[in-house]
């Protein structure tokens, strides 16, 4: 079945990096897409295809993949990139999904 | 500026159909490659995808809920309207229309919660 496996919880130090994953069978074949999820606010695109930002999404993030494994990695992770991470991606058919989420915290 | 955003009732009682819709304005959905979707994010819990709706009338539904949903879309209103029947108190949640390109959900409106109680 398709399915987004994301671990619950990462934590890092301030000014570190730190990698968030996600895994599944769609990652063969289609890019992930990365939000940020602060509480009480809707999800931010921050990183989409191979390694691609939107307008406005610091460098610091960056996304990469290889076979069956998407991450995102943060280089300096800052005390505002405490947040939800949540990876998406579409199978064959076109649907889409996504990943539990990973609560990162920056300590 | 592209912007979003949701509108319905925020009670509904079990057995009902919930009936959603997304506003937009900073595009159109007469343009090639451009779509809205609708994601769903239950109190503490994951985002879930439901449904989505491309320019060219292709619609694409969660495959676990296919059978309650309903996408479509009015261009000439910049309004896509979404539709799920028979609400169960686990189907509360706030929900989230998104503006979606070869980049994914780009865009996304604030949500709004439907809590489905009796």
């Known amino acids: 079945s398709s399915e987004l496996t994301q671990d619950p919880a990462v934590s890092v130090a301030l000014g570190q990096t730190v990698r968030i994953t996600c895994q599944g069978d769609?990652?063969?074949?289609?890019?992930a897409s990365w939000y940020q999820q602060k509480p009480g606010q809707a999800p931010v695109l921050v990183i989409y295809?191979?390694?691609n930002r939107p307008s406005g999404i610091p460098d610091r993030f960056s996304g990469s993949s290889s076979g069956n494994t998407a991450s995102l990695t943060i280089t300096g992770a800052q005390a505002e990139d405490e947040a939800d991470y949540y990876c998406n991606s579409r199978d064959s058919s076109g649907n889409h999904l996504f990943g539990g989420g990973t609560k990162l915290t920056v300590l | 500026q592209i912007t979003l955003k949701e509108s319905g009732p925020t009670l509904v009682k079990p057995t009902q159909t919930l009936t959603l819709t997304c506003t937009f304005s900073?595009?159109?959905?007469?343009?090639?490659?451009?779509?809205v979707g609708w994601i769903r994010q239950p109190p503490g819990k994951a985002l879930e995808w439901l449904a989505l709706?491309?320019?060219?009338?292709?619609?694409r539904y969660s495959p676990s809920l296919k059978s309650r949903l309903t996408i479509t879309k009015d261009t000439s209103k910049n309004q896509v309207v979404l539709t799920m029947t028979n609400m169960d108190p686990v189907d509360t949640a706030t929900y989230y229309c998104?503006?979606?390109?070869?980049?994914?959900?780009?865009?996304w409106g604030q949500g709004t919660l439907v809590t489905v109680s009796s």
């Open positions: 998104a503006h979606v390109s070869r980049a994914g959900f780009e865009y």
């Open positions: 769609s990652l063969r074949s289609y890019y």
């Open positions: 900073g595009f159109s959905l007469s343009t090639s490659g451009v779509g």
């Open positions: 295809g191979k390694n």
């Open positions: 709706i491309y320019w060219n009338d292709d619609k």
